[in-house]
């Protein structure tokens, strides 16, 4: 009886060390995944990749050449402090999801190794006698 409880708790840990723990792992990294786009709203991003920096434009007060000209250049320059605060940020995200999935990708290995790291170890010791 003790034998077959033994080789039961034993059964028991692999099936939720490689079956049922792997399901919650997956489904927390996606959320996890999906949170770190959504605060970083992406697709806003890209949509107003060229609009003026915080919507800030400049209008001609008058109709003379020189304040429109001013305006002009103006809304260039605050267009492209946008568009060069958007692409920090897109490169920023992407850091960030690279780290995330560099890091999942070391759990996951980890996690699949770990059970048998004692047996392993325990071999490599004998190396030493």
Do not use: H
């Amino acid at each position: 009886m003790e034998g077959l409880l033994t080789k039961t708790v034993f059964l028991s840990f692999f099936v939720w060390w490689y079956i049922e723990f792997p399901k919650q792992f997956f489904t927390l990294s996606g959320l996890i995944l999906k949170n770190i786009l959504a605060n970083f709203s992406l697709g806003q991003i890209m949509r107003t990749l060229f609009l003026p920096w915080r919507r800030i434009e400049a209008q001609s007060a008058s109709g003379a050449p020189k304040d429109r000209w001013d305006a002009f250049t103006f809304n260039i320059i605050s267009r492209l402090v946008g568009f060069m605060m958007r692409i920090g940020l897109l490169i920023t995200a992407l850091i960030v999801v690279s780290g995330f999935l560099v890091l999942w990708l070391i759990a996951i290995c980890l996690w699949v190794v770990f059970p048998f790291l004692p047996f392993m170890l325990s071999l490599y010791s004998l190396r030493f006698l």
